[in-house]
């Protein structure tokens, strides 16, 4: 009887001493899920859902405080996929948010006065110039966020949608309406 | 006697390939006006290298490789640059790409030119030249050569193949260029066989083309080229299933020829090849076979860049007609403009007839009879394909291996719902491209946002610490000479930091003196003036002590 304890005991102790010490030992930094969230999330860093920036709202999302439909420049898509990921319902865009089609920022430079408060801006940096210097906006890295937008304080930057050219195009949805075929009756009509 | 593999599936479309056939090929004049596309291929486009207004001569350069998988553009004869801008391409998706319009002069004169003694050369460099040439692969993807056998370090070819297959119903130009130049096509393979060494050199010809197979043998004897006949079945011309025939390998999955030890071109381009080797001659024109519903069916030798209207004009269309394909029936775009021009890739106009083209069948949907799995050449499972590139459910296409479709349409033809199965393939890839594009472009962009996340921590912990030092070296100033010698030190430093130090040291120096004031004049007081002084000290800590516990805005209590 009491060997049986002891022995029941001793297993108990031991394994209590594996969990403790793999709890410690491979402890996983961070929250895993923050960063599967935030590789879903398109990265323009916005802030159009309300949090500054693409990992603050992965992290919202992550701690249950944020919906999963607040982010239009990733889409229907993205939000199938963010709910993919959580296990939860797919959810329409609310009222007035919707995605946009993508545009870069452009700065007219003929107006531009070298502010450089839309350098402050950027998130990602995707405008080069400096103090009392013509700005200019490197489109190969604007997200087209329209953060610069705002600050400016004489208005010469515009949003310009990316027209399709040739490298862009994408196949279309095949869409066939299902005919039925005619039956042997209207084709011997036919014929 | 060769022994043959057998690719899986392949179907026996109706050849159609005697209409065109028979005719020699001829010139065709030149056109009023070139159009020539700086995009013709995948990778990147060329850079533009001349300026509007221009006058070129024929072979001269126009447009230059940028990256590695691209390929110049050269004049197809001696004119003026009159405009680069966009305008209509032969392209599925109709939309323009920038061209540079050339107006011939007529006179057609050439740049300085001359044959390349190509065994003297290094191979890197001879690829290089064929690269200047703008030599691309002319069976239909206008590959560039040079990318296709430059070959890593340790990589060995076995076998040669060259593609004279040609299994598209409809096109005849590789039959006719076979037939009346089959010394240069060889001349052509030579110099392949020069650049990789292979062990064997094959060429590859369905047995569907006697007269080819016959001067392609004629001009082979002498030399250790083979040439095989293969049993006609669509699709053998393609480059992974000729290698199945002739060498009974397979190309893995994802993989490029090179890494089974193959390499494969085209016979137009090993003639290319040819003309620049032996006549110093970049790739200025090709064979186009214009057949359907026309008067004289033919193949015709063009510049590149001559709109597509020119080209149709001269086999004569016959009323009737519905549309145009460029390529074959099986694998060729339809164009909704003969505006656009040929390019490199472009291999064969079929105008359309109502009684050669009739409209497709109504859909039905698939009854998963799985005939599509049976014909597949790639050994795929198309009806699956069908499933899930339907529901948009591109992870299980890329499962079941989307991206080895060669697009060869055996299965939409003998589907027996007439489902249009390639136009879903298409339409998967194209998204499955464009979701990799954007992931990159996210990823990119979330390095950029850390990185500035960075900077903006790092710039503000240096300006932190600048200011302790700054303050730090002050005070120690301060100690050395009690008068305000902290100027000086600063003196580099920028105007905020100054200015606030300056306030800093101020504010510790009335504390300071505030701290060390003595009341004077008390050692000689009578005890009674004590009394008074010790009274008005009382209440004045009193009061001091109503105030802080009452608030300052309160009126101080009256006695």
Same mark, same amino acid.
């Given at each position: 009887?009491?060997?049986?304890?002891?022995?029941?005991?001793?297993?108990?102790?031991?394994?209590?001493?594996?969990?403790?010490?793999?709890?410690?030992?491979?402890?996983?930094?961070?929250?895993?899920?923050?960063? =599967?969230?935030?590789?879903?999330?398109?990265?323009?860093?916005?802030?159009?859902?309300?949090?500054?920036?693409? =990992?603050?709202?992965?992290?919202?999302?992550?701690?249950?405080?944020?919906?999963?439909?607040?982010?239009?420049?990733?889409?229907?898509?993205?939000?199938?996929?963010?709910?993919?990921?959580?296990?939860?319902?797919?959810?329409?865009?609310?009222?007035?948010?919707?995605?946009?089609?993508?545009?870069?920022?452009?700065?007219?430079?003929?107006?531009?006065?070298?502010?450089?408060?839309?350098?402050?801006?950027?998130?990602?940096?995707?405008?080069?110039?400096?103090?009392?210097?013509?700005?200019?906006?490197?489109?190969?890295?604007?997200?087209?966020?329209?953060?610069?937008?705002?600050?400016?304080?004489?208005?010469?930057?515009?949003?310009?949608?990316?027209?399709?050219?040739?490298?862009?195009?994408?196949?279309?949805?095949?869409?066939?309406?299902?005919?039925?075929?005619?039956?042997?009756?209207?084709?011997?009509?036919?014929? | 006697?060769?022994?043959?593999?057998?690719?899986?599936?392949?179907?026996?479309?109706?050849?159609?390939?005697?209409?065109?056939?028979?005719?020699?090929?001829?010139?065709?004049?030149?056109?009023?006006?070139?159009?020539?596309?700086?995009?013709?291929?995948?990778?990147?486009?060329?850079?533009?290298?001349?300026?509007?207004?221009?006058?070129?001569?024929?072979?001269?350069?126009?447009?230059?490789?940028?990256?590695?998988?691209?390929?110049?553009?050269?004049?197809?004869?001696?004119?003026?640059?009159?405009?680069?801008?966009?305008?209509?391409? #032969?392209? #599925?998706?109709?939309?323009?790409?920038?061209?540079?319009?050339?107006?011939?002069?007529?006179?057609?004169?050439?740049?300085?030119?001359?044959?390349?003694?190509?065994?003297?050369?290094?191979?890197?460099?001879?690829?290089?030249?064929?690269?200047?040439?703008?030599?691309?692969?002319?069976?239909?993807?206008?590959?560039?050569?040079?990318?296709?056998?430059?070959?890593?370090?340790?990589?060995?070819?076995?076998?040669?193949?060259?593609?004279?297959?040609?299994?598209?119903?409809?096109?005849?130009?590789?039959?006719?260029?076979?037939?009346?130049?089959?010394?240069?096509?060889?001349?052509?393979?030579?110099?392949?066989?020069?650049?990789?060494?292979?062990?064997?050199?094959?060429?590859?010809?369905?047995?569907?083309?006697?007269?080819?197979?016959?001067?392609?043998?004629?001009?082979?004897?002498?030399?250790?080229?083979?040439?095989?006949?293969?049993?006609?079945?669509?699709?053998?011309?393609?480059?992974?299933?000729?290698?199945?025939?002739?060498?009974?390998?397979?190309? #893995?999955?994802?993989?490029?020829?090179?890494?089974?030890?193959?390499?494969?071109?085209?016979?137009?381009?090993?003639?290319?090849?040819?003309?620049?080797?032996?006549?110093?001659?970049?790739?200025?024109?090709?064979?186009?076979?214009?057949?359907?519903?026309?008067?004289?069916?033919?193949?015709?030798?063009?510049?590149?860049?001559?709109?597509?209207?020119?080209?149709?004009?001269?086999?004569?269309?016959?009323?009737?007609?519905?549309?145009?394909?460029?390529?074959?029936? *099986? *694998?060729?775009?339809?164009?909704?403009?003969?505006?656009?021009?040929?390019?490199?890739?472009?291999?064969?106009?079929?105008?359309?007839?109502?009684?050669?083209? #009739?409209?497709?069948?109504?859909?039905?949907?698939?009854?998963?009879?799985?005939?599509?799995?049976?014909?597949?050449?790639?050994?795929?499972?198309?009806?699956?394909?069908?499933?899930?590139?339907?529901?948009?459910?591109?992870?299980?296409?890329?499962?079941?291996?989307?991206?080895?479709?060669?697009?060869?349409?055996?299965?939409?033809?003998?589907?027996?719902?007439?489902?249009?199965?390639?136009?879903?393939?298409?339409?998967?890839?194209?998204?499955?491209?464009?979701?990799?594009?954007?992931?990159?472009?996210?990823?990119?962009?979330?390095?950029?946002?850390?990185?500035?996340?960075?900077?903006?921590?790092?710039?503000?912990?240096?300006?932190?610490?600048?200011?302790?030092?700054?303050?730090?070296?002050?005070?120690?100033?301060?100690?050395?000479?009690?008068?305000?010698?902290?100027?000086?030190?600063?003196?580099?430093?920028?105007?905020?930091?100054?200015?606030?130090?300056?306030?800093?040291?101020?504010?510790?120096?009335?504390?300071?003196?505030?701290?060390?004031?003595?009341?004077?004049?008390?050692?000689?007081?009578?005890?009674?003036?004590?009394?008074?002084?010790?009274?008005?000290?009382?209440?004045?800590?009193?009061?001091?002590?109503?105030?802080?516990?009452?608030?300052?805005?309160?009126?101080?209590?009256?006695?």
């Amino acid at each position: 009887m009491i060997s049986a304890l002891l022995v029941m005991v001793g297993i108990s102790v031991l394994l209590g001493a594996v969990l403790g010490y793999s709890a410690i030992r491979f402890k996983v930094e961070g929250n895993p899920l923050v960063e =599967k969230i935030d590789a879903v999330l398109p990265q323009t860093q916005c802030g159009q859902c309300g949090y500054p920036g693409c =990992k603050p709202y992965a992290e919202a999302i992550a701690k249950g405080e944020a919906d999963i439909n607040l982010c239009p420049p990733g889409g229907e898509e993205g939000i199938r996929k963010l709910a993919e990921l959580l296990g939860v319902e797919y959810k329409p865009f609310g009222e007035g948010v919707a995605p946009r089609g993508k545009a870069v920022a452009f700065i007219d430079e003929q107006i531009c006065i070298g502010c450089t408060l839309c350098l402050q801006a950027c998130p990602v940096d995707a405008i080069a110039g400096a103090a009392k210097q013509m700005h200019t906006i490197i489109a190969s890295e604007c997200t087209g966020c329209e953060l610069c937008v705002a600050p400016c304080p004489v208005d010469c930057i515009s949003m310009v949608p990316m027209p399709e050219n040739i490298q862009t195009w994408k196949w279309p949805y095949p869409v066939y309406a299902l005919t039925p075929a005619p039956t042997a009756q209207q084709e011997t009509s036919i014929a | 006697m060769r022994e043959l593999s057998r690719f899986h599936g392949g179907i026996h479309p109706a050849e159609h390939k005697l209409e065109s056939s028979e005719a020699p090929s001829r010139r065709a004049p030149l056109p009023a006006r070139l159009i020539l596309p700086l995009h013709q291929h995948i990778g990147n486009g060329a850079r533009v290298e001349v300026q509007v207004g221009a006058r070129v001569l024929k072979g001269q350069l126009l447009a230059s490789a940028q990256g590695t998988i691209s390929a110049p553009i050269h004049a197809p004869t001696s004119g003026t640059v009159i405009a680069i801008e966009p305008h209509a391409v #032969p392209h #599925p998706s109709a939309l323009s790409g920038l061209c540079i319009h050339l107006v011939p002069d007529g006179e057609d004169r050439w740049i300085a030119h001359s044959p390349l003694d190509y065994r003297a050369l290094p191979k890197a460099e001879l690829l290089d030249r064929l690269r200047d040439a703008g030599i691309v692969g002319l069976g239909g993807a206008a590959f560039p050569t040079h990318v296709k056998y430059r070959l890593t370090p340790g990589q060995r070819i076995q076998t040669l193949v060259i593609n004279g297959a040609e299994c598209e119903p409809w096109i005849t130009t590789d039959d006719r260029l076979m037939r009346e130049r089959a010394a240069e096509i060889v001349g052509g393979i030579e110099v392949l066989r020069h650049l990789v060494e292979p062990a064997e050199g094959l060429v590859g010809i369905e047995d569907n083309k006697p007269q080819a197979i016959a001067a392609m043998r004629a001009a082979c004897a002498g030399s250790d080229i083979e040439v095989v006949v293969v049993p006609t079945l669509y699709p053998s011309g393609g480059e992974k299933q000729l290698i199945k025939i002739l060498t009974g390998k397979e190309v #893995p999955s994802g993989g490029r020829p090179t890494n089974i030890g193959v390499a494969c071109s085209n016979v137009a381009t090993a003639y290319a090849i040819q003309r620049y080797v032996g006549h110093g001659e970049p790739l200025l024109t090709r064979l186009v076979t214009v057949t359907g519903h026309v008067r004289t069916p033919q193949n015709i030798e063009v510049l590149i860049g001559t709109p597509l209207e020119d080209l149709v004009r001269l086999a004569e269309p016959l009323p009737g007609v519905t549309g145009y394909v460029i390529g074959g029936p *099986m *694998m060729g775009q339809h164009v909704s403009t003969l505006q656009a021009p040929v390019v490199k890739a472009t291999n064969c106009i079929i105008v359309k007839s109502a009684q050669l083209f #009739p409209p497709p069948a109504p859909v039905m949907p698939c009854i998963r009879c799985a005939r599509c799995a049976q014909v597949c050449p790639a050994d795929l499972q198309p009806q699956e394909l069908h499933w899930f590139a339907k529901a948009r459910d591109f992870g299980k296409t890329q499962e079941y291996d989307l991206f080895d479709c060669i697009e060869c349409g055996a299965c939409a033809y003998v589907c027996p719902s007439h489902i249009p199965l390639v136009q879903y393939y298409r339409f998967a890839k194209s998204e499955i491209w464009q979701r990799e594009q954007e992931q990159q472009a996210a990823e990119i962009a979330r390095e950029r946002h850390e990185y500035r996340l960075f900077r903006l921590e790092r710039e503000k912990q240096e300006k932190a610490e600048r200011l302790a030092q700054k303050e730090k070296a002050a005070v120690t100033a301060k100690a050395a000479t009690p008068a305000p010698a902290s100027a000086p030190a600063a003196a580099g430093a920028d105007l905020d930091d100054t200015l606030q130090m300056r306030i800093d040291a101020a504010v510790a120096r009335a504390k300071e003196q505030a701290a060390a004031a003595q009341p004077k004049n008390i050692d000689t007081l009578t005890p009674q003036q004590q009394a008074e002084v010790a009274a008005v000290e009382a209440r004045r800590a009193k009061f001091t002590e109503l105030a802080s516990s009452s608030g300052a805005d309160d009126e101080p209590p009256k006695q």
